[in-house]
């Protein structure tokens, strides 16, 4: 095991109600990878990312994120510990503003007490400003977040994440729902994001795939079938049998 | 363009507090004009009630806990001040090493120990505030550390709250039994006796309902405050950005339960006694239909509306015309507000100011440069 590895899946395992919808899955990501993991439909590349952030719970194996197991964790000790979880179906608060919104990101003291006592925005002003207008944003701060459309909804959810500034995020179909403009605008925040944090995203728009990945790690049926660069895995004949009567890899 | 955003929120604010503020001053001013001492305790029972609907709109508006058992924490508040105001007519009645009179009747021949510390006024003053917010925090520690959500949890605080007033209405030996603890001594504090049907008493009730107000106006408005919300909106969001879901729950729970507890003990020194029916299921849905007529998602709404229902109700029943519809009338009164008025009345006037404000110029709008909204996506209604 190598001591660069941030993240270490080890021999995960999972059902639900006897279906195995993780088996001995094994995982290494190192710390500032953007990682892309893609499969075809039920492959258990959600449950891969809900594993990882405490969601669901591991039945065999383990999880180790900067040298110490997690998988006991509580949620939100998970998410001190430095994981940020963006979820499929974009999750905002939709009564609050968009600036409420990432205040309640910027989760760096959690407890109570400490947080009845800060008013207004405190010091975070700037970086919330800052937020928003790299998300694009920035006319729409005192919008509740219900007004906001869906491509917008996806990005304020990805600000939250980065508000949280956590070391590994995990990215759910981050680019569901986005016009092919705004994929792209995405695909390029991605690769900012890359060095200074981990990434690890769950994608089904190969284009978008191709613009981010370094390393594509590949599941099917609950289990790792292929990781590799780009280039391999579409060269990989086991990766092609698998996604076969799904339009293929390139249409998926 | 965003800095002039955070100045609007400043100056929401600052209406705001203007608006609560003029509210409050015109309670407390009421007994200058007002001279009637049966008005003025009639008054400031509905004060108390406002205080009651404050604490709801807390932990049912901001928290999205819909407390049925809200009567609980107000009963318990309501049993410690009249628990402390009857030692004080002990020596009086019974001679100094004397007992209560009810539990002479009920041939108890010492005082039980949890009397005791009631000869200590500070102490029944604190212990109606501590013992309610604790019992809250006990029950929120089991339910919502066990991921108790929605109406499983509403059943929860509807059947704690039965539980205590059947263990009230049992032990009747220590605690009056239905009769409740009547033939109270007065409060007084710093030499100010407050006689019920006083304008001391109102002024009591009206400068801690002010305080109460203010300070769960900045409970709300502090980021604990928004955090709550927000996990009324989204809980696992919230949970997944290292918040501890549960304590912050647990949190606001207790404070709604420590301002019923305050309100119960005013309401004790209004009514001179307490009673089971404090914590009875009548009043505690009542309390529900208050907040939701006034408007659970602000604390003044809240306030007022419960002044409103019980104003109303109050009229209605002394009425000799409607004395025998005035149900009818309170129960069409709710099904219309809930039907039109999904928000409340606060609701309804806070999307008129809204439809106000934009109708005034808006600053040219920039060109949008990286999002193209999705054709359907404006039609979002807000939930709010």
């Known amino acids: 095991m190598s001591t660069e590895n941030q993240l270490v899946v080890e021999n995960a395992s999972v059902s639900f109600s006897g279906f195995r919808a993780v088996s001995d899955l094994c995982l290494k990501v190192r710390a500032g990878e953007l990682r892309c993991l893609i499969g075809p439909n039920g492959a258990g590349k959600t449950t891969a990312l809900d594993l990882i952030c405490g969601k669901t719970r591991l039945s065999g194996g383990e999880i180790v994120f900067k040298g110490k ?17 963006k979820f499929q179906v974009p999750s905002v608060f939709r009564a609050l503003s968009v600036r409420d919104n990432l205040h309640i990101g910027h989760s760096k003291q959690p407890g109570v007490l400490a947080n009845l006592a800060t008013f207004g925005q405190g010091g975070d002003t700037e970086d919330i400003e800052r937020l928003a207008e790299l998300v694009g944003l920035e006319d729409e701060l005192d919008t509740p977040a219900a007004h906001l459309s869906h491509g917008q909804t996806q990005w304020l959810e990805i600000a939250l994440i980065l508000a949280q500034d956590p070391s590994l995020i995990l990215m759910d179909e981050p680019t569901a729902g986005m016009t092919a403009q705004e994929t792209k605008k995405t695909a390029q925040l991605f690769n900012r994001l890359g060095g200074r944090h981990t990434l690890i995203v769950v994608e089904h728009d190969m284009g978008f795939v191709r613009d981010i990945a370094q390393t594509i790690s590949v599941m099917h049926q609950g289990k790792l079938l292929a990781e590799g660069s780009i280039t391999d895995i579409e060269g990989n004949q086991a990766v092609r049998d698998a996604y076969l009567g799904s339009g293929g890899i390139g249409h998926a | 363009m965003s800095s002039q955003g955070n100045n609007r929120v400043l100056a929401r604010t600052k209406t705001e507090i203007a608006l609560y503020a003029a509210v409050c001053l015109a309670i407390l001013l009421v007994p200058m004009f007002l001279q009637d001492a049966f008005l003025l305790n009639k008054y400031a029972r509905y004060l108390v009630f406002g205080m009651l609907a404050v604490s709801l709109s807390l932990s049912w508006g901001y928290g999205g806990i819909l407390n049925l058992g809200q009567a609980m924490t107000f009963g318990i508040g309501s049993y410690c001040m009249a628990m402390m105001l009857k030692l004080k007519t002990v020596p009086v009645h019974t001679g100094a090493d004397g007992l209560p009179d009810f539990m002479v009747w009920n041939n108890v021949t010492e005082l039980p120990w949890f009397w005791t510390p009631f000869y200590s006024p500070l102490f029944g003053v604190l212990a109606g505030i501590l013992l309610p917010a604790g019992v809250a925090a006990l029950l929120g520690w089991f339910v919502f550390k066990g991921r108790v959500t929605g109406v499983y949890a509403a059943i929860i605080t ?15 030996a220590y605690t009056g039994g239905f009769n409740g603890i009547t033939d109270l001594g007065q409060f007084d504090i710093a030499g100010i006796t407050f006689d019920a049907y006083g304008s001391s008493s109102y002024y009591l009730v009206a400068i801690c309902l002010t305080i109460t107000l203010f300070l769960a106006l900045a409970i709300t408005r502090s980021k604990a405050g928004l955090i709550v919300q927000a996990i009324r909106d989204e809980e696992d969001r919230v949970r997944f950005f290292g918040y501890d879901v549960a304590l912050y729950k647990i949190f606001i729970f207790s404070i709604s339960a420590a301002i019923a507890g305050l309100a119960g003990m005013l309401y004790t020194i209004v009514m001179e006694f307490a009673s089971p029916t404090f914590l009875g299921v009548p009043l505690s849905l009542s309390v529900v239909i208050w907040v939701a007529v006034g408007g659970r998602q602000s604390l003044l709404g809240a306030m007022l509306g419960a002044l409103i229902v019980t104003g109303v109700q109050g009229a209605l029943s002394e009425s000799e015309t409607f004395l025998d519809t005035w149900t009818l009338i309170m129960g069409l009164l709710f099904v219309l507000v809930v039907l039109f008025l999904p928000q409340g009345i606060a609701g309804a006037f806070a999307s008129l100011a809204r439809r106000f404000e934009r109708q005034r110029p808006a600053p040219v709008p ?10 359907n996506g404006r039609q979002i209604e807000s939930t709010r």
Request: charged letters at 15%; hydrophobic letters at 50%.
């Open chain 2, 366 to 375: 920039k060109p949008v440069q990286h999002t193209e909204p999705m054709p």
């Open chain 2, 158 to 172: 509807l059947a704690a709250m039965v539980v205590v007033q059947l263990v009230i209405i049992d032990q009747q």
């Open chain 1, 69 to 85: 197991p997690i998988h006991r964790l509580s949620e939100h000790a998970i998410a001190r510990a430095g994981i940020g979880r």
